[in-house]
């Protein structure tokens, strides 16, 4: 899998006329509850920002009654930061969960408050998958799985790939039956990436990884890995709707691709524009998958 590109010989970007999934429509809503976290991770981009600024938890029910007069289906990632650190996290949880319009919540924790992540069992708000980081700097693998088990939610663990260090716990994530999705970090600086010849190594552990679609004369198909490793995330001058939007500390809702900030109710058209891309990169598996053509 790893070395799609290499073996298929067909397969030229400069054929591909649509990447994407036709399906993936829900609007995604990243929002960012807190900027604070316990943990200090060298790769992380949102660090900075902890030094830099209070985190402001007024906001949340201004963000709440603004998501409730969005009448189009949606996915939200509960991210910061640190999400467990807001004293009001349960209140958005039942909140969003209550919201017809809302299918999925994605929590994104680094699972060291584990007792209010075991309360959310308890809450039974089955709409939440909670996405468990492992931070290798600061966790350890076997206390780590122990944790996992414990908090008895539907979950993935986010494996970031830092060092060689990462096959050991990919290894036994699949002895305990738990998933995992492998997140690159190549584009960030301060990071220890493995090591060039333990990249094929990752190959088995991919092949149970979400593929993106790319049309062209036939159809491929690329992990998000591939796609990062190959540069075929660049679709400048394309055609996309673009409905990623960020949801930031002072309740604003701005495009992620477009930085246009969302009026107060949104119409159809607000939310799913069609633009030509302007940017250099797409940066995420939901951004591969939002579905983009070819413009001439
Ligand atoms: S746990 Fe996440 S938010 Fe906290 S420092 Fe590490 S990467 Fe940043
Ligand atoms: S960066 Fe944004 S606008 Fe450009 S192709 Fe990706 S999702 Fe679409």
Redesign the pocket.
């Known amino acids: 899998m790893l070395n799609t590109i290499q073996t298929k010989d067909s397969f030229d970007f400069k054929d591909v006329k649509e990447v994407g999934d036709d399906n993936y429509t829900d609007i995604i809503f990243s929002w960012y509850v807190t900027n604070r ?5 060298s ?2 981009s ?2 900075a920002i902890n030094r830099e600024s209070e985190s402001n938890f007024k906001n949340y029910k201004l963000v709440l009654k603004r998501l409730s007069l969005i009448k189009f289906n949606f996915r939200i990632d509960i991210i ?3 999400p467990t650190l807001h004293p009001n996290l349960i209140e958005i949880l039942e909140s969003l969960h209550s919201n017809e319009y809302c299918n999925d919540i994605y929590l994104f924790s ?1 699972i060291k408050d584990i007792d209010k992540l075991k309360m959310l069992k308890k809450l039974n708000l089955n709409k939440i998958i909670l996405i468990a ?1 492992f ?1 290798q700097e600061y966790n350890n693998i076997d206390n780590f799985i122990e944790k996992i088990k414990q908090i008895d939610l539907k979950l993935i663990v986010n494996v970031n790939i830092t060092d060689d260090s990462i096959f050991e716990l990919l290894d036994k994530l699949i002895i305990n039956d738990i998933d995992y999705s492998i997140n690159p970090l190549e584009d960030h600086d301060n990071y220890t990436h493995i090591n060039k010849h333990d990249v094929n190594r990752l190959e088995k552990y991919l092949n149970t990884q979400q593929t993106i679609i790319y049309k062209a004369k036939n159809n491929f198909e690329f992990t998000p890995y591939e796609i990062k490793l190959n540069k075929l995330n660049r679709f400048k001058g394309w055609k996309c709707s673009p409905i990623m939007y960020e949801i930031n500390s002072n309740g604003d809702i701005v495009n992620e691709c477009t930085d246009k900030v969302l009026p107060f109710i949104p119409t159809k058209k607000d939310l799913y524009d069609k633009i030509i891309c302007e940017q250099d990169c797409c940066e995420c598996t939901a951004m591969y998958n939002i579905k983009k053509e070819f413009h001439e």
Do not use: D, F, V, W
Not at 37 to 41: D, G, S, T
């Open positions: 976290c316990q943990y200090k991770c790769y992380c949102s660090y910061g930061g640190e680094n980081s931070h």
